[in-house]
């Protein structure tokens, strides 16, 4: 599993480096809330443009929950709908492994269980430019073995030139 997270910021650290769009990439993060799960995480991601209408967002979450280990890393791809220059709707479609792992007692008993999943993203949001910077709110639907909604929000900050 580690060696997925490293992969991934190398594949984000890449894009940002090699990007010829004239957007610029943007990385950052807010709170998430998961429905199923029924807590909130932390998020971390990159906001790589490859085209005008289209951009890579790869992202890590990280839920608090006191007893279950539980995070996720994303690759995603935005499809971005000309809407102006200050609001920036946009549909997201992606790959999703989730992992989740835990530690505990009971009677006596020491119960250990972990798991990984990989699933599909689907969902939809919209980035607000605040000049500099960037608010983002989005919804995500994951199918798979660790089904789950959750809303995020947070904001980006440009990286590059």
């Known amino acids: 599993m580690k060696k997925i997270i490293v992969a ?3 594949f984000i650290g ?7 769009s004239q957007a610029q990439a943007q990385i950052g993060g807010g709170l ?7 807590t909130v995480g932390i998020n971390v991601r990159g906001d790589i443009p ?8 790869p992202g890590f979450i990280y839920y608090f929950e006191s007893n279950i280990n539980i995070f996720e890393v994303n690759a ?8 102006g220059d200050t609001v920036q709707p946009y549909a997201l479609a992606g790959l999703n492994i989730s992992h989740f792992s835990y530690d505990t007692e009971i009677l006596g008993f020491g119960i250990e269980a972990d798991g990984t999943d990989v699933g599909l993203n689907l969902g939809g949001g919209i980035n607000f430019d605040l000049g500099g910077i960037s608010a983002f709110a989005e919804g995500r639907l994951l199918l798979g073995g660790f089904e789950d909604f959750s809303l995020t929000g947070g904001v980006l900050f440009p990286i590059g030139n």
């Open 8 to 10: 991934t910021f190398f």
């Open 14 to 20: 890449f894009l940002a480096y090699s990007q010829n």
């Open 32 to 38: 998430v809330f998961g429905f199923d799960i029924g």
């Open 50 to 57: 490859v085209t005008d209408e289209i951009d890579v967002v």
């Open 76 to 83: 995603n791809g935005h499809y971005n709908f000309d809407a």
